[in-house]
């Protein structure tokens, strides 16, 4: 008995030195900045969204499907299978290993196996919650108005203009984008944390809202698959299958992230968390994640697209990007 109150003692000791260490000054911000976009603009240069997409997205969701991705989906059924697996499918986005790597510094250094796990589960929850509630909100917004919407257009895209779906991923990804950048500089203290209010009375409210981005990424996603999944939720004009599919292709965006995440916790827990307890390792460790991403989002969904519609004369892209 006297053992497991130590230890619990103890994870709650961690827990506090980490959370003061992700508020704490950060040296070298500047540097940190400066770095941080930079690799978010280089990641923009060689990202290639049709191997991401096409190459990784569908080989893995033809295995989990047992057949071409791009076939019509038959019923409300099928739908929802196609909902998981085009989920999974999008697991791997520069912004998906950003949220998870905000949740990182906030969990404690309990000694055992189980109570890691438990420790992992929780911010995993909440996270879940405002992803959830985007994602159904706005599958219920589509099945009832989804034709009428940029995201239904299979329009070809057109040098110099920018279509209705064009100008709908740029807002909503600007928006994200702009979110987790603005985040990243709060880490850094260039800002004020935008929940510091918040968080004492609701102190989970920044998981909740990075849950809230992960949803937010279907109401500009132009990735093929959930394309297809839109259009269907669109046609059938079924509000509860629209925010049944949508909630089940965010889960499934995030399923492989969260077990991988749970799985690192309860390995190698303790020891990441002696990491992050020295000055200013959590904050940095927030901040690099999201402005990485944060700068990504931005310049690839805004910048680089416009190149791309011939807008602007030329963004940098490597040739297997092209």
């Known amino acids: 008995m006297a053992h497991a109150e130590k230890t619990h003692v103890s994870a709650q000791s961690?827990?506090?030195k980490t959370e003061a260490s992700a508020t704490g000054p950060v040296r070298r911000r500047w540097l940190i900045l400066l770095l941080s976009v930079g690799a978010g603009f280089l990641l923009t240069v060689v990202w290639s969204a049709e191997f991401v997409d096409r190459t990784i997205g569908g080989n893995i969701?033809?295995?989990a499907l047992g057949h071409d991705p791009e076939?019509?989906?038959s019923g409300a059924v099928a739908g929802i299978v196609f909902a998981f697996t085009s989920g999974l499918a999008g697991t791997f986005t520069a912004c998906n290993i950003a949220v998870f790597g905000t949740v990182a510094p906030i969990l404690g250094a309990a000694g055992s196996r189980w109570g890691r796990m438990v420790q992992a589960l929780k911010p995993l929850g909440w996270m879940s919650l405002g992803m959830i509630t985007v994602s159904a909100l706005y599958g219920a917004l589509v099945g009832v108005v989804g034709t009428s919407m940029p995201q239904f257009s299979e329009a070809e895209s057109a040098p110099g203009v920018l279509s209705g779906r064009?100008?709908?991923s740029m807002v909503a990804f600007g928006a994200v984008g702009m979110a987790m950048l603005y985040m990243g500089l709060s880490a850094l203290g260039f800002v004020r944390d935008p929940f510091e209010r918040l968080r004492r009375r609701f102190p989970n409210v920044q998981s909740i809202f990075m849950g809230a981005l992960i949803g937010g990424f279907l109401i500009g996603r132009p990735y093929p698959l959930f394309r297809q999944l839109f259009r269907d939720a669109a046609e059938s004009g079924n509000v509860l299958y629209g925010a049944a599919a949508f909630t089940l292709q965010s889960v499934g965006n995030i399923a492989l992230m969260s077990v991988v995440f749970v799985a690192l916790t309860v390995v190698a827990g303790g020891r990441m968390q002696a990491w992050?307890?020295?000055p200013g390792r959590a904050a940095t460790l927030i901040a690099?994640?999201?402005?990485?991403?944060?700068a990504f989002t931005i310049l690839y969904w805004d910048i680089r697209l416009l190149a791309r519609r011939e807008i602007i004369p030329w963004y940098p892209v490597a040739p297997w990007a092209a």
């Open 166 to 168: 064009s100008v709908q």
């Open 14 to 16: 961690s827990a506090g």
């Open 61 to 63: 969701a033809r295995t």
């Open 288 to 294: 690099v994640t999201l402005i990485v991403a944060g």
């Open 276 to 278: 992050l307890a020295r």
């Open 71 to 73: 076939a019509p989906i």
